[in-house]
């Protein structure tokens, strides 16, 4: 039956019956009163002339002990009061767990969650897969990372990452964890993003319980002795060479840290050299302590741990096992250079943007990139802007800019990415690949991405198209599947993933969004979305040309990708002054008809 009809179908049965009962009220009022069944009617007592009161011998000790018996009522009353306070003061002082949330999760999942709220501020949700994996999953997240490095030592937060799990009070040789984890099939996985920390682990459920006392005992008592700190400075240069080495996937990334501001912290990668001269581990040993005291506060941590055991038990166990983690009164940095607005130091200089930076690239494959600044995507639980414009921008659809540059030979694919981010603004980068005849008609291509970009500015049915993703986005998530088939290792690959995940999004989105964060498309919202769409009109842009074949009769001088390293001297061509299309396309005169691009209305 239709739910609604039901619902006033009972309300008009209900209906019914009180005007019954006042139709029956009513009627009894109208009726007259008889005397006999009237509760006015004169008592027995009052007729037989006997008094409403009479004194007996024992009528003062009944009235004594009524009396008493009022008293104690008032004590109990009293007493229970104070036994509540005393109570919930008491209470207040133990480890709480909470289940106020809803967490959303494929329905063919159905994993139970179980969140607790430590008193020292720690958050921890434990989940049970209902499976009989053998193997237990644990991530914790700590709310620092390498943008709040101090600006005296950069790699402080990777060299505390690298020292945590190597040596504390109750384990004080540096190969426990790694022998553990060896001898329960276990392994292990350190990373350090921009504004967090992961400790990510997976081992049998049997070496569980000793793997979280180690954990709890470095986050508690770390050593951090002097010789292995300058062990992992030298682990920590030597991952930094390697990183810097020339990567052919790395152009556009070094090109924009060199054209880029210096101020702006998003340009900080954590991949500075540690200068070892002069270096006294005395003292660097006391520094590292000092900043991690301040910053590995426990109210600045969140810990998820995927386990077929019992969720209760192991509920009482964490609470036991991490109850000793200090608090501080720190706030969480997150990028403690950034300031309030108005001295936030913008990503990209004005005298940057419309040039086109022409570098010499490292592979075969020819790339025209736009660079845009943004507003940040990190930490976004509402409607992200970047995820919708890359949907509109990479669908391989007809008529879609894929299709056009494909049928006139001039690109093979298109791509989005985040170059750079920080937690007010993000550079976000289109790479168009081209083709042998593409690179010779750079800006024809660029001609068709600007008028491209001015007709999403103009569609009508935006938000018709986000609300059908949307379906889709949930539909996708909701009925989420796996198959029998799927091979064990592979399950385990996901729940390793997945625990990493869940723990970052339980510190940066809250236990409601552990699952569905960067998963489910929320409410569409027209004016941020506009607002992204115009930091890719033409006047916004920074254009890099990446290519070992660039047409000779262009304005321009290669920049090798070799000089990218310190140097700033980069050759450009300034389209405002080089190029008429850019004029053309500056001005809001021209016919709005698009040039070799037709539009079929949807």
């Known amino acids: 039956p239709n739910p609604k009809h039901q619902i006033l179908k009972t309300l008009t049965t209900y209906n019914f019956k009180m005007e019954d009962q006042i139709d029956q009220s009513k009627n009894n009022q109208s009726a007259p009163l008889n005397p006999k069944e009237s509760s006015l009617a004169p008592s027995d007592s009052l007729q037989s002339g006997r008094p409403l009161l009479q004194e007996t011998s024992d009528s003062i000790p009944e009235r004594a002990w009524d009396l008493i018996k009022l008293l104690f009522l008032i004590l109990s009353i009293l007493l229970g009061f104070v036994l509540l306070l005393f109570y919930f003061s008491f209470m207040n002082k133990l480890p709480q767990s909470t289940d106020d949330f809803i967490i959303q999760q494929p329905l063919i999942e159905n994993n139970d969650f179980k969140k607790v709220r430590m008193t020292n501020g720690m958050n921890v949700l434990l989940t049970n897969p209902n499976n009989d994996y053998e193997n237990a999953f644990v991530s914790l997240t700590v709310g620092i990372g390498f943008q709040d490095d101090p600006k005296d030592f950069p790699q402080m937060t990777n060299l505390i990452k690298n020292l945590l799990l190597n040596g504390s009070h109750y384990y004080p040789n540096d190969t426990y964890l790694e022998s553990l984890l060896e001898n ?34 470095a ?57 070892k001269k002069n270096i006294n581990y005395k003292n660097l040993q006391k520094k590292v302590k000092d900043y991690y005291k301040k910053y590995y506060s426990s109210h600045l941590m969140a810990m998820v741990i995927i386990s077929n055991q019992n969720i209760e038990k192991l509920e009482s166990r964490v609470i036991e096992i991490f109850s000793g983690v200090q608090e501080t009164n720190t706030t969480r940095p997150l990028g403690s250079q950034i300031l309030s607005p108005s001295d936030y130091p913008v990503p990209l200089l004005p005298d940057l ?40 921008l990479v669908n391989e659809e007809n008529d879609s800019l894929l299709s056009r540059l494909q049928g006139m030979k001039l690109a093979s694919s298109i791509h989005t990415d985040v170059e ?53 986005s949930n539909f996708t998530f909701y009925f989420k599947t796996h198959s029998s088939s799927d091979p064990f290792e592979e399950l385990e690959e996901n729940f390793f993933d997945r625990v990493v995940e869940m723990s970052e999004n339980l510190m940066n989105y809250g236990p409601n969004h552990v699952l569905t964060a960067g998963k489910v498309w929320n409410e569409y919202n027209k004016s941020e979305f506009m607002n992204f769409l115009t930091q890719f009109e033409a006047q916004n842009l920074v254009y890099v040309v990446e290519s070992r074949k660039i047409q000779k009769g262009d304005k321009y001088q290669k920049v090798n990708i070799k000089q990218l390293n310190g140097t700033k001297k980069i050759k450009y061509v300034d389209l405002a002054q080089e190029s008429s299309w850019y004029k053309t396309f500056d001005t809001r005169k021209q016919d709005e008809t698009l040039h070799e691009y037709q539009v079929r209305k949807v």
């Not at 419309?354 to 790339?367: A, C, D, V």
């Not at 507003?375 to 976004?380: A, D, S």
């Not at 289109?430 to 660029?446: D, F, M």
């Open 184 to 217: 329960y099939q276990g392994k292990y996985d350190y990373v350090v993003k921009e504004v967090e920390t992961t400790y990510n682990f997976q081992i049998h459920s049997d070496g569980l319980d000793e793997l979280l006392n180690i954990l709890a005992d």
């Open 219 to 275: 986050l508690t008592n770390p050593l951090f002795l002097p010789e292995i700190i300058k062990r992992e400075v030298n682990v920590i240069n030597s991952q930094t060479r390697e990183f810097t080495q020339i990567d052919q996937t790395q152009g556009l990334y070094k090109l924009l840290k060199v054209l880029g501001n210096p101020k702006n912290i998003m340009f900080y990668d954590g991949n500075d050299y540690i200068k």
């Open 353 to 392: 943007k419309g040039r086109i930076y022409f570098m010499e690239g490292l592979n075969q494959t020819s790339k025209l990139h736009f660079v845009a600044e943004t507003l940040t995507n990190i930490n976004q639980t509402t409607f992200s802007s970047y995820d919708y414009f890359r949907f509109l």
């Open 420 to 472: 750079y981010e920080d937690q007010r603004k993000g550079l976000v980068s289109v790479t168009i690949n081209l083709t042998e005849y593409g690179i010779n008609h750079i800006y024809q291509v660029i001609i068709m991405f600007i008028q491209y970009i001015r007709l999403l500015t103009k569609l009508d049915i935006k938000e018709t198209l986000y609300n059908q993703m949307k379906f889709y």
